[in-house]
Structures are given as structure tokens and as C-alpha cells.
């Protein structure tokens, strides 16, 4: 089957992405001090240049002293920072590509003794002790409404540089999903108890982002139901569920739902072939992206375990069967183009012998 369907242009207001080929957030810890270096702008840049039509930068922590939760994660803050995504943004734009930054805040999943601030501990919806000592501080009101602002601000400053809109990672066990989850929230006031109110944190966050970036400026929300602390957990059971979930976050300003699941082609829900990213369109009628496995024949946890696992290139018949559907509208790829900077442009020409297959080794450096 032709990919041409992948290679379609796609139109929302006033954001037009050249190909319907989007580069996952991927966390690729190569920017020391917080700042994408030369090495970074390259990597985008060659993306961009192959056939990526939207690129969803690795996450890029927000102003707040807890955000961040690894080694060299790039910020999305402070002047150097800024001028080094400026620099990426300016790079991809000169090879007709479109980009986006994924802003973040890991919420309780940092630990004490990570940078930038060695003393500071996780902040989550919920406190949790060790051995009598604080780990996780539980978040008042004051640290919410600055977490709120910090995405906000970052908001202001992507739209300040030229980006073309925002990913809000809402998705795999991080702060805004921590809220989401009953797992990770047991908070008894206005952001705890209902699904209703564990969305509230999101729903306001993204409230305060569109107020700050104004109507027209595209804000993704990635969502996701797995957790890196539960890959099998599951935030809604049925599809009515999933629609009561989405359409506050949609009224509060989402432009587009990125669907994160580990494998495109699984059934959401019984009864229906649809997957996420298709129930999501379906319930919200907003475009949606989807994601997970695209290209490849295993999919991404085994890699993190696994080290000698080798992912090869898989057919994408059954993907392009499902966009042609109308099932979603946007196909993101992780590891594939993480492996093979000409993925995409392989694609296109219907070179798929010279696509090159994926390993952990391929995380070790920045091509
Ligand atoms: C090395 C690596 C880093 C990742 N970092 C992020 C991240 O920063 N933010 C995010 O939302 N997802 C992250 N993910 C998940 C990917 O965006 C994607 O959803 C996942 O890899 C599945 O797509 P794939 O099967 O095409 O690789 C990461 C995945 C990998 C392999």
C-alpha cells in the first residue's frame, strides 16, 4: 500500500504541517546545564529536513524548582535555554518543518539529589513519607496555582520564539497524570476524589495556557492511559468514561489529543476496532495523533528492560489502513526516527530496505 496518506499536508487554523509524519517526545538528555547545544539543533533540524511534518521536542521542564526529574533534560525557562530552542525552531522553519515543545513537570517522580536543585524533593498531589522524611511534598494551593503559572509562562515564551503551538504532557505517571489518576491522587479537597475533580489541575492548567498564548495558537494535550508506574493501569474502562474525561479538557482549549498507547493497532475497547487516538476523535471531534510502535515490530518497554533486543522495520499496511479510515489524523513515531534521522523521506520513496532497525544502543547517541 502507498503511504501517500502520510504524506497529505494537514490544516488547523492557522497551523499547516507539510506531512502528517510527527516526531514523538522523546527524552534524549543531551542538553548540559539545561540548554539545547548545537548537537540538538542538528538532531531536530535533519528531521525536518527527511519529511517530519510536526516535531514534538523531547519534554522540556517548565519554571518550577521540582520539574524536572534526570540528567541534562533541556528547560523550557531562563534566557540560555530559550535562545538555544530559538535556534532549533529557526532550524527546523528553514526546512519547512513545523515544532512544538512538550512541557513538563514530573511531578513526584523526582528525587532527591536531581538537578538543578539537590535538596528539592518530588512535588505530587499527594505527600508521601520515607523513613519520617518528606519525599514527596504535597502540593497546596500556592504550588499549584505556580505550577499552573510556570506552564503558562512557558506557554508565552514557545509562542515568543516561534514555536507553533505547545505539547502538555498530561500522559505516564507524570504531574498532570498524577492528578488524573486515583492511584497517585488521594487528595481530599477540590482536586481529588471524582475523575470530575482529579481533572481539575489539567482542566485549569490549560485554562491558564490559553489564556496566555490567546485563541488561534495550538495546544496539544497528550494523554495516556498506562503509567511509568503501572504499565498496565488503565485511568477509564469504557468509552463513555473516556468522553466524560475529555470533554472538559477539550472545552478548556485542547486543539488536539495525542493519544499515547504502546501499540496503534490494539482495540481500546471491546466491541470496536477503534483505538484510542480513533475513540478520542470520535468522542471530541478534535484531530488526534496517534502513537506507538509505528514501523517497528516491538514495541518501546521491552527496550527499556531488554537490552539486547533488536526492534526491525515492520510494515505499515495495517497504520495506513487505519488513517485512510479517518481513524485519527496525525501518526506520531518514536524510536524509528529517534534510530533513522531519514525515516520519513525512506517512506516516501518506498525505500523500506534501507530503513534502519532500532536497539538501545541507538540511545546512547545523538544523530
Ligand atoms: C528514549 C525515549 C524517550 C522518551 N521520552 C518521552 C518524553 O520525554 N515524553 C513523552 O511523552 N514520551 C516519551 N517517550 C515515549 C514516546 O514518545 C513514544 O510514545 C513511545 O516511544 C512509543 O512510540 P514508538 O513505539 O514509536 O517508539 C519516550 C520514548 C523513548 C523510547
Request: aromatic share 10%; charged share 25%; hydrophobic share 40%.
Amino acid at each position: 500500500m502507498p503511504a501517500k496518506a502520510l504524506f497529505k499536508p494537514f490544516h488547523l487554523g492557522a497551523l499547516e504541517l507539510p506531512t502528517r509524519v510527527v516526531m514523538a517526545p522523546m527524552t534524549r538528555s543531551f542538553s548540559p546545564g539545561g540548554v539545547p547545544n548545537a548537537k540538538v539543533i542538528e538532531y531536530y533540524r535533519r528531521r525536518a529536513a527527511a519529511g517530519v511534518g510536526l516535531i514534538i521536542t523531547e519534554g522540556t521542564t517548565v519554571g518550577h524548582k521540582a520539574s524536572n526529574g534526570y540528567p541534562n533534560v533541556p528547560h523550557f525557562y531562563g534566557d540560555a535555554a530559550l535562545a538555544g530552542w530559538k535556534k532549533v525552531v529557526d532550524a527546523v522553519h528553514a526546512e519547512g518543518g513545523k515544532i512544538v515543545p512538550q512541557l513538563w513537570h514530573v511531578g513526584s517522580v523526582r528525587r532527591i539529589g536531581t538537578e538543578p536543585d539537590a535538596s528539592v524533593p518530588g512535588y505530587g498531589p499527594t505527600e508521601k513519607l520515607k523513613d519520617g522524611q518528606v519525599v514527596v511534598h504535597g502540593m497546596t494551593q500556592a504550588d499549584i496555582d505556580e505550577v499552573i503559572a510556570a506552564f503558562a509562562q512557558a506557554a508565552k515564551d514557545a509562542q515568543g520564539i516561534g514555536m507553533d503551538g505547545v505539547e502538555i504532557h498530561g500522559a505516564h505517571g507524570y504531574l498532570v497524570d498524577q492528578f488524573f489518576w486515583e492511584g497517585s491522587n488521594q487528595r481530599t479537597d477540590g482536586y481529588g476524589g471524582s475523575l470530575a475533580n482529579r481533572s481539575r489541575f489539567a482542566i485549569e492548567l490549560i485554562r491558564a495556557v490559553r489564556a496566555a498564548v490567546g485563541e488561534g495558537f495550538p495546544i496539544i494535550f497528550r494523554f495516556s492511559q498506562w503509567k511509568q508506574q503501572d504499565y498496565t493501569a488503565r485511568l477509564v474502562q469504557t468509552p463513555e468514561t473516556l468522553g466524560e474525561f475529555l470533554k472538559p479538557l477539550s472545552d478548556a482549549g485542547v486543539d488536539i489529543f495525542h493519544c499515547s498507547t504502546r501499540r496503534f493497532w490494539e482495540p481500546e475497547f471491546e466491541g470496536s476496532e477503534l483505538n484510542l487516538a480513533g475513540w478520542t476523535r470520535k468522542l471530541t471531534g478534535k484531530p488526534t495523533i496517534t502513537v506507538g510502535s509505528v514501523g517497528l515490530d516491538g514495541e518501546f518497554l521491552q527496550f527499556m528492560v531488554n537490552t539486547d533486543k533488536v526492534a526491525q522495520p515492520a510494515s505499515l499496511e495495517k497504520l495506513l489502513e487505519r488513517l485512510n479510515n479517518d481513524e485519527f489524523d496525525l501518526v506520531a513515531v518514536g524510536r524509528a526516527l529517534l534510530v533513522d534521522p531519514d525515516w520519513a523521506q525512506k517512506v516516501r520513496e518506498g525505500r523500506e530496505q534501507d530503513i534502519l532497525p532500532f536497539s538501545r544502543e541507538a540511545l546512547m547517541t545523538l544523530v
